[in-house]
Nanobody
Framework: QVQLVESGGGLVQAGGSLRLSCAASGRTFSSYAMGWFRQAPGKERDFVAAISRSGGSTNYADSVKGRFTTARDNAKNTVYLQMNSLKPEDTAVYYC?????????????????WGQGTQVTVSS
């Protein structure tokens, strides 16, 4: 089992920045590739970013490419999502997730463990 807890969400004006953190406990954090997803009201959960076990490979949704960056610190059992140049359409609940695959994955179904989510609201 892996327990994931997100933090760092909040209210920010358009153009601003936030950094989300996801702290993991339980089994060895470095055994899991990690992903970030988001879900707006009435919409499906969408892929945002993912990072491999080692942190050497990342992938991003086109909608956030160039604005968001994900990184991990395996010594601290934590993965991060740095969000810059935020837009109102980035408003959603953001989730981190863990998958036993070594490389990044973009499908919801590939992830076994999920955090509770953190709300990000971007005002115009």
């Amino acid at each position: 089992q892996v327990q994931l807890v997100e933090s760092g969400g909040g209210l920010v004006q358009a153009g601003g920045s936030l950094r989300l953190s996801c702290a993991a406990s339980g089994r060895t954090f470095s055994s899991y590739a990690m992903g970030w997803f988001r879900q707006a009201p009435g919409k499906e959960r969408d892929f945002v970013a993912a990072i491999s076990r080692s942190g050497g490979s990342t992938n991003y949704a086109d909608s956030v490419k160039g604005r968001f960056t994900t990184a991990r610190d395996n010594a601290k059992n934590t993965v991060y999502l740095q969000m810059n140049s935020l837009k109102p359409e980035d408003t959603a609940v953001y989730y981190c997730a863990a998958t036993p695959y070594s490389s990044w994955r973009y499908r919801v179904g590939d992830y076994n463990y999920w955090g509770q989510g953190t709300q990000v609201t971007v005002s115009s």
